[in-house]
């Protein structure tokens, strides 16, 4: 993140979300390429966000 070029920690949910079971992603088996296009998701709404250890690396 900028200005210190500062790196977004964000864990993934341990639960498993039964919605997106059967949801096939293209990325799918690439942890590195999954976890940016996740980050990307999340902080493009981060208006949305409120989990606070989140919110307090953010400084939002």
Same mark, same amino acid.
Request: glycine share 4%; aromatic share 4%; net charge neutral.
């Given at each position: /993140? +900028?200005?210190?070029?500062?790196? =977004?920690?964000? %864990?993934?949910?341990?639960? %498993?979300? $039964? *919605?997106?079971? $059967? @949801?096939? @992603?293209?990325? +799918? !088996?690439?942890? !590195? =390429? *999954? /976890? #940016?296009? *996740?980050?990307? %998701? =999340? @902080?493009? +709404?981060?208006?949305?966000?409120?989990? $606070?250890? #989140? @919110? *307090?690396?953010? $400084?939002?």
């Amino acid at each position: /993140m +900028e200005p210190n070029d500062q790196y =977004l920690c964000i %864990v993934p949910a341990r639960n %498993v979300d $039964k *919605s997106t079971d $059967k @949801l096939y @992603l293209p990325f +799918e !088996g690439d942890r !590195g =390429l *999954s /976890m #940016i296009i *996740s980050k990307a %998701v =999340l @902080l493009a +709404e981060d208006n949305k966000i409120t989990d $606070k250890t #989140i @919110l *307090s690396q953010i $400084k939002r």
